[in-house]
C-alpha cells in the first residue's frame, strides 16, 4: 500500500482497493491510516476484494466538523461503498475503527454481511474511563504527541519494539503527523463513545467477529466478551500473549483468524468441508 497507489473519493475520502471477491472493508484506528492494513491487505486480496481508507480526520481524507459524531464517520463509509458500487461489505474495525463499524452497523445495516471487531472497547470501567481522560485532555493541550510514548508501550511489546524499531518509528511519526484538530475530534469520540449503540446492539444479526489481545490494557477481554453478550451472532476470540497493535505485531495469527471467520461467513460449505475432513 504506497501512497502512489491510493486513490480519492468525490468526496476526498482516500483509499487502497486491493484484490478480486467479495468486498471486505478495513478502518483503522484513532491516529493512524489505512497503511496499518498492510499485512492484512496482502493477505485477505487473494480471496476478497479489500478496500482500507483513511477515517475522517486521518492520512488525506477531510477533517471531521467540529461537532461529529461516530454516525458522519459511519456515513463516510457509507458514501464511498456508494461510490464504489458496493451495496454490501463485511466490514472490519480495529480500535476506533471498531466504534466506527458498530456505528456502521446500527445506522446502515442492510450495507453489512459481517463484521469484525479487533482489539476495540465497551463500557469502560472507571479507572479506564479517567485513564483516558487523561489522556485525551494531554492531547488537547499538547497535540498528537501527547502521550505518544506511552500509547506505544501500551500498543506494543517490549520485544517487538526492541527487535523492529523502524516500525515503530513508522506509526510513532504516523500519529504526531496528524492534523491536530482531526486528532482531538476523534480522540475525543473514541474516548467518550465506549457506549455507542449500547441498547441498541441486539440488532445486528450478522455474523460478528470480536477479538483482542490478551494483554490488551485498554481494549481487554472483559471488554471483548461483554461485547459479544450483547450481540446476537457473535463469537469472540483471545490472541494469546498479545497487546493492543495484534494487526501489526501478529500479522500472520490475526490473518489466519480473519480468512477463518471470512470463509465462514462467505463460503460456509467449503468451511463445513474442511473442518469435516480435518
Given at each position: ?160 519494539r526492541a527487535a523492529y524499531p523502524d516500525r515503530i518509528a513508522a506509526i510513532r511519526d504516523c500519529v504526531t503527523q496528524n492534523h491536530p ?85 462467505h463460503y460456509p460449505s467449503t468451511q463445513e468441508q474442511e473442518e469435516t475432513l480435518g
Open positions: 500500500m504506497q501512497p502512489c497507489d491510493a486513490k480519492m473519493s468525490s468526496s476526498g475520502t482516500r483509499y487502497w482497493r486491493s484484490g478480486v471477491g467479495a468486498p471486505v472493508v478495513l478502518i483503522h484506528g484513532v491516529g493512524l491510516d489505512a497503511t496499518m492494513w498492510q499485512a492484512q491487505v496482502d493477505a485477505l486480496a487473494d480471496h476478497y476484494d479489500v478496500i482500507a481508507y483513511d477515517m475522517l480526520g486521518h492520512g488525506e481524507s477531510p477533517l471531521p466538523k467540529e461537532d461529529a459524531s461516530l454516525d458522519d464517520y459511519a456515513d463516510q463509509l457509507c458514501a464511498l461503498m456508494d461510490e464504489l458500487e458496493i451495496a454490501q461489505a463485511t466490514v472490519i474495525g480495529f480500535s476506533m475503527g471498531g466504534l466506527v463499524a458498530r456505528a456502521f452497523a446500527l445506522r446502515h445495516l442492510e450495507r453489512l454481511r459481517a463484521m469484525g471487531v479487533l482489539s476495540s472497547v465497551f463500557n469502560r470501567n472507571e479507572q479506564q474511563r479517567s485513564g483516558v481522560q487523561q489522556r485525551l485532555s494531554q492531547t488537547r493541550e499538547q497535540g498528537p504527541s501527547a502521550n505518544v510514548e506511552g500509547a506505544l508501550e501500551r500498543w506494543f511489546s517490549p520485544a517487538f484538530d482531526g486528532y482531538y475530534r476523534s480522540y475525543a469520540l473514541f474516548g467518550t463513545q465506549d457506549r455507542f449503540g449500547a441498547n441498541d446492539l441486539s440488532s445486528i444479526n450478522v455474523p460478528v467477529l470480536v477479538a483482542t489481545g490478551e494483554l490488551d490494557p485498554g481494549s481487554t477481554p472483559h471488554m471483548a466478551k461483554e461485547l459479544a453478550r450483547n450481540l446476537p451472532n457473535a463469537h469472540v476470540h483471545i490472541l494469546a500473549g498479545q497487546r493492543h497493535m495484534a494487526p501489526l505485531e501478529a500479522a500472520d495469527e490475526v490473518n489466519r483468524l480473519l480468512l477463518g471467520f471470512l470463509g465462514k461467513v
